[in-house]
């Protein structure tokens, strides 16, 4: 599997603030970028995904930029909640042939302190 | 509707031993993905089904771990014997068949081997 870098590993932010993940990948046929939220004891729940023919894409407070020629992505959380304190993934995917086989970055720790 | 049911929650056997966990995909889903999640890491993909068939199994350790999905539907992951390496929580997803829309994940279950 080709990785996906992710960084930063662990974020603090302060209730209101821009909280901010980057990722990098390798793989030029990865075609479908989700972004994951996970909270203890539960499964990854799709925040939002873009795919390369867009730069941007925006849902409520939850915002991704696409950069094709960097290969990077990032995950923009607007006036950050005390509620978006999780773990954070990015993931790729090529969806050759309906397979949609997700790899995932190592995670980022978001902390939104009042 | 329904999510992704899997069972059980939590696991503690000793190394040697053998376990088996039970996946329920979302109804209609005709795609299932098993992923093993390290404490600190993303999760990894250990195998894809299509209804009963496997589409990729390429990063099961098929020397302790098998995997089938009975009837297109249920799915069980077994390992046998485990490690001590093999603490993980293991994911459930699913998703329509060729399509990453919808593609949901359960709350895993928590292997510990001790």
């Known amino acids: 599997q080709q990785q996906v870098k992710q960084s930063p590993q662990s974020l603090i932010v302060q209730k209101g603030g821009i909280s901010i993940i980057n990722c990098a990948y390798e793989?030029?046929?990865?075609?479908?970028f989700p972004w994951y939220q996970q909270f203890p004891g539960k499964g990854p729940a799709l925040l939002i995904a873009?795919?390369?023919?867009?730069s941007e894409k925006k849902e409520g407070r939850f915002t991704i930029s696409f950069n094709k020629s960097a290969k990077q992505f990032s995950l923009h959380i607007m006036d950050s909640q005390p509620g978006d304190s999780a773990t954070y993934f990015c993931?790729?995917?090529?969806?050759?042939?309906?397979?949609?086989?997700?790899?995932f970055g190592k995670g980022t720790k978001l902390s939104v302190i009042p | 509707e329904a999510g992704v049911a899997q069972s059980p929650r939590y696991k503690i056997i000793e190394k040697r031993q053998s376990v088996a966990f039970w996946c329920n995909p979302i109804?209609?889903?005709?795609?299932l993905y098993w992923y093993q999640q390290i404490l600190g890491q993303g999760p990894k993909l250990l195998i894809q089904?299509?209804?009963?068939?496997?589409?990729?199994d390429s990063q099961l350790p098929k020397d302790r771990f098998s995997a089938e999905r009975l009837k297109g539907v249920d799915s069980t992951l077994k390992i046998q014997p485990a490690k001590l390496e093999d603490s993980a929580v293991y994911l459930c997803?699913?998703?329509?068949?060729?399509?990453?829309?919808?593609?949901?994940f359960g709350s895993g279950t928590r292997l510990t081997v001790v």
């Open positions: 089904f299509q209804n009963n068939g496997v589409v990729d």
């Open positions: 997803a699913s998703s329509l068949m060729g399509s990453g829309y919808g593609y949901t």
């Open positions: 109804s209609g889903h005709a795609t």
């Open positions: 873009i795919r390369p023919d867009v």
């Open positions: 993931a790729a995917s090529s969806s050759g042939a309906g397979s949609y086989q997700l790899t």
């Open positions: 793989n030029t046929a990865f075609d479908y």
